[in-house]
């Protein structure tokens, strides 16, 4: 007699779901009740977004940038950058600017900076799901947003700071006020005994999020004391920490994820002659500040602007030239080639993997 769906071993069918694209999953919801709430399951979640993790033999990149006065999302190859998709904004044609404050595990968390009060949302595109976060405690106040999973607590969390504004003169913001967004319950709190720490406004990459701990570089408020170091939050334990930086030069620093491994990578770029020189360090082992290793030295021309926008897997660094074209140079073999794809003003890069977080959430 064969053997149906609903008579196969709950692991064996568990391994053969896991392992379709989210797409199929969405529409098979409908096929019975028990697929419906395997499927709305934490735990069902992890498993598939590990299965297209390790499975996926073809890599995505989601870009973010902007495309006659208005912002663009789309997904390309991570090896040639060709076009795949071009998402469909979830937002009103009003909305014509947002932001993106960061990306992790399929879900993309967008502010719009120019209404006020600025209204955070998360959205996952690849189920079409868009959750607006409620109202923060202090929703007028200038901030900069970090967003990051906690895998401690199987929870995503959104960071929010409010600066002292007489401080933006001087290239450093300290935070007076910090909130913290839990998706689990879905609201805000207030952290108590914030730490006067300066953070410069250049350097907070979304990608700085490392095992749920968010990074940036700062300096004590001291005026004597001047040293940089690299200033982390703990969005489980709700705690600051400080992380020494390695023997480098202190011109142009900028903190990213190592590509692949959850290690801290330091970007820091600094001008030899007439080239701009950049060197890339990695944490081996994360908090200890003995770890560093630098992993390459590349020399690039001067007509490249940023130190970086993007790490990838294969080790090369994505910069963008005068023209706003992205293009890519590979450090072991010091060479640089074009991607033909231009920005305006600004461009964000990350990795892209499809998932089912906020099937239960949002509209």
């Not at 033999?57 to 040639?80: P, W």
């Amino acid at each position: 007699m064969a053997t149906t769906w609903c008579d196969m071993p709950g692991d064996i069918l568990i391994s053969i779901l896991s392992r379709l694209p989210v797409k199929s999953l969405v529409r098979f919801r409908c096929v019975c009740k028990s697929w419906h709430a395997l499927f709305s399951d934490p735990n069902f979640m992890d498993i598939h977004l590990n299965q297209t993790c390790a499975n996926n033999k073809e890599g995505y990149v989601l870009i973010h940038h902007q495309e006659r006065d208005e912002d663009k999302l789309s997904i390309h190859c991570d090896e040639t950058f060709v076009e795949h998709t071009v998402l469909e904004l979830p937002f009103n044609r009003s909305y014509r600017s947002f932001a993106v404050e960061g990306y992790c595990r399929g879900l993309l968390c967008l502010s719009c900076p120019l209404i006020l009060p600025s209204p955070i949302y998360l959205w996952n595109p690849a189920i079409r799901k868009l959750k607006a976060l409620p109202c923060s405690l202090s929703p007028f106040f200038k901030m900069y947003i970090a967003f990051g999973f906690v895998p401690q607590i199987n929870d995503y969390r959104v960071l929010k700071f409010r600066y002292d504004v007489s401080s933006y003169g001087l290239g450093l913001k300290v935070p007076s006020e910090v909130e913290i967004y839990s998706l689990s319950t879905n609201s805000w709190k207030v952290i108590q005994n914030v730490v006067p720490y300066m953070i410069r406004s250049c350097c907070c990459p979304q990608d700085s999020v490392v095992n749920g701990v968010v990074h940036w570089v700062a300096r004590m408020t001291m005026v004597h004391n001047t040293s940089l170091f690299i200033l982390s939050f703990d969005m489980d334990r709700e705690v600051f920490g400080e992380i020494k930086l390695p023997e480098c030069s202190r011109e142009d620093i900028v903190l990213e994820k190592a590509a692949m491994v959850d290690s801290l990578s330091l970007f820091v770029c600094s001008q030899v002659g007439d080239k701009k020189r950049l060197v890339v360090w990695v944490m081996k082992e994360y908090g200890v500040a003995e770890s560093w290793i630098k992993q390459f030295t590349f020399d690039w021309p001067v007509y490249l602007l940023s130190p970086f926008l993007g790490f990838m897997k294969n080790g090369e660094v994505v910069l963008r030239d005068r023209n706003g074209e992205l293009v890519l140079c590979d450090p072991r073999a010091q060479q640089v080639k074009k991607i033909q794809i231009r920005g305006v003003g600004y461009i964000d890069i990350f990795y892209y993997v499809e998932s089912l977080v906020l099937l239960n959430e949002g509209n």
